[in-house]
């Protein structure tokens, strides 16, 4: 039997992680003898398998058998958290089309604590729609006008925006200033 009570601070943070993206509340499905932890939670007809696993690098073969038995239960998306990430050919099988967005890989460290609690980390938000073309329409520009914020950065990956969209971010400046400032989202 594996003990799993040093995965809790990760299992809390993924639970904010996916409260945060709009997802439900997360629910055990699976633990036991095999080195696995595995939960599920849901956002209308979308649901994410997440997987607690404590190989050091995580191969094909458990990559396949994680998407097999995923996709056998109906998920669409699937959470890795392990101790250092994929192996290099199991990170390249990630790589094509088939598989753009279905699999996203968080190392333990990663979710040692809840980056965007932390008091550093000022307020990022989507915008909708309609306040990008009103913003758009104020700074009379185009979107890839301007600043980027990579789809790789910590808080992007955290929310899971898409790339293309537009972020507000509110930081604090000072005692009580604030300034507003904008990123597009980009590869």
């Known amino acids: 039997m594996e003990d799993w009570s040093a995965w809790a601070p990760?299992?809390?943070n993924v639970q904010k992680m996916l409260a945060?993206?709009?997802?439900?509340?997360v629910r055990p499905l699976m633990h036991g003898a095999d080195p696995l932890l595995v939960c599920s939670c849901r956002a209308g007809a979308d649901t994410v398998f997440v997987y607690?696993?404590?190989e050091t690098k995580v191969g094909v073969r458990t990559l396949r058998k994680i998407q097999q038995e995923c996709e056998a239960a109906g998920g669409q998306r699937v959470i890795l958290v392990t101790e250092d990430g994929l192996t290099p050919f199991a990170a390249k099988e990630l790589e094509g089309p088939d598989h753009?967005?279905?699999v996203e890989v968080f190392k333990r460290r990663e979710l040692a604590f809840c980056l965007v609690e932390h008091s550093l980390v000022p307020k990022h938000e989507?915008?909708?729609a309609a306040e990008r073309r009103q913003l758009l329409q104020k700074l009379r520009c185009k979107a890839t006008a301007l600043p980027r914020l990579k789809?790789?950065?910590p808080v992007a990956r955290f929310y899971r925006f898409?790339?293309?969209?537009?972020?507000?971010?509110?930081r604090n400046i000072g005692t009580s200033n604030q300034e507003i400032y904008y990123r597009l989202v980009a590869a």
């Open 126 to 128: 989507l915008l909708s």
């Open 100 to 102: 753009a967005g279905e």
């Open 20 to 25: 945060h993206r709009g997802y439900g509340a």
């Open 162 to 170: 898409p790339i293309g969209g537009v972020v507000r971010i509110h």
């Open 151 to 153: 789809d790789a950065d």
């Open 52 to 54: 607690f696993l404590k």
């Open 10 to 12: 990760q299992l809390l």
